[in-house]
């Protein structure tokens, strides 16, 4: 079982819709929980970073972290075509190492 | 504040050569980390290195190596490139303090090996 399982999607939503992105892990280890958005030959941006249980809103975007069942979510509200991207979960405990999901690849429809 | 740079972008080797790839954090950031970045494996985790010292490797060969100097800049080298170390090689810096993991990417180094 990899330590980090992410939908790889693609995912195709028409603008304004609200789109989930979903990541589960195995290792109870990890106690920060990070999403990051990355265009297209451009490097991973940071977009929410959390390290407890419940949700975390900032904008249009919304990171909830369920450490009961290992499952992290990221929401976004009115999503845009500026919205486009791939999406990446990143996980870390104690060492100083992050272990990312492979990414889900979203793409909003103008 | 200038964001996390990496020099050069873009690189073309052969097999058997070696690669040395460079990275400059974000201005008071101390700790600075190496991904490397597939199709295939997604972005997996090389090295960090906090004020000169290496505190974690990923896992990795021996012909991967990296080293930090006292200004927080950071080097990765590859050694005997083989042509699965294509990929694009992503840096990132942390302020080393209290949220040790709100790490900022830069824009990365694309390596082809022919």
């Known amino acids: 079982q990899k330590e980090v399982e992410q939908d790889p999607g693609p995912l195709s939503v028409p603008e304004g819709a609200i789109v989930s992105l979903n990541c589960t892990y195995s290792?109870?280890?990890?106690?920060?929980f990070m999403w990051y958005r990355q265009y297209s030959r451009k490097g991973p941006e940071l977009l929410m970073y959390?390290?407890?249980?419940g949700n975390k809103e900032d904008g249009r975007f919304t990171a909830q972290v369920d450490k009961s069942s290992k499952y992290i979510s990221l929401f976004i509200r009115d999503s845009q075509p500026s919205d486009s991207a791939t999406y990446l979960c990143?996980?870390?405990?104690?060492?100083?190492?992050?272990?990312f999901g492979k990414g889900t690849l979203l793409t909003v429809n103008p | 504040k200038a964001g996390v740079t990496q020099t050069p972008r873009y690189l073309i080797k052969t097999r058997g050569q070696q690669v040395t790839l460079s990275c400059s954090p974000i201005?008071?950031?101390?700790?600075v980390s190496w991904y490397q970045q597939t199709p295939g494996q997604g972005l997996q985790f090389l090295f960090e290195y906090f004020s000169e010292t290496q505190r974690n490797k990923g896992n990795f060969p021996g012909r991967f190596s990296g080293r930090q100097f006292s200004n927080s800049r950071s080097e990765m080298n590859v050694s005997t490139l083989e042509l699965g170390d294509s990929a694009l090689y992503l840096c990132a810096s942390n302020i080393g303090g209290g949220s040790i993991y709100e790490q900022y990417f830069g824009p990365g180094t694309r390596l082809t090996v022919t």
């Open positions: 990143a996980l870390g405990g104690s060492n100083y190492k992050l272990t």
């Open positions: 290792n109870s280890a990890f106690q920060y």
């Open positions: 959390t390290y407890s249980s």
């Open positions: 201005s008071g950031h101390r700790s």
